[in-house]
């Protein structure tokens, strides 16, 4: 059987993906309120946009970390791993 690669090797790259998708969460229920609320249209748009950069931020950081448990089996350096990260992530 195929071992599994991802992110449950991972326990930092694990709690950076699971606080970003809580503040992400944080702000999809301001957002909701703001529009139950009546709030301005261009307050709604921009908590909108902030979530989902949260949200594909978070995305990007699980196919990072997939990636790196795959690609970099001869460089396992701290310094290739952060800087495979950082390219990445600036897709985002």
């Known amino acids: 059987m195929e071992e599994a690669i991802g992110i449950q ?11 970003r998708l809580k503040r992400a969460n944080g702000q999809l229920t301001g957002v909701i ?4 609320e009546g709030g301005n249209c261009r307050d709604v748009v921009q908590q909108i ?17 997939a990636m790196r448990e795959c690609v970099l089996s001869e460089d396992d350096s701290a310094e290739s791993q ?3 990260e950082k390219i ?5």
């Open 49 to 65: 946009a902030a979530i989902s950069k949260a949200v594909d931020r978070a995305g990007y950081l699980v196919i990072a970390t």
């Open 88 to 92: 990445f992530l600036s897709l985002a």
């Open 33 to 36: 309120r703001l529009i139950d």
């Open 82 to 84: 952060k800087e495979l």
């Open 9 to 19: 090797h991972d326990p930092e790259a694990t709690r950076k993906i699971v606080n």
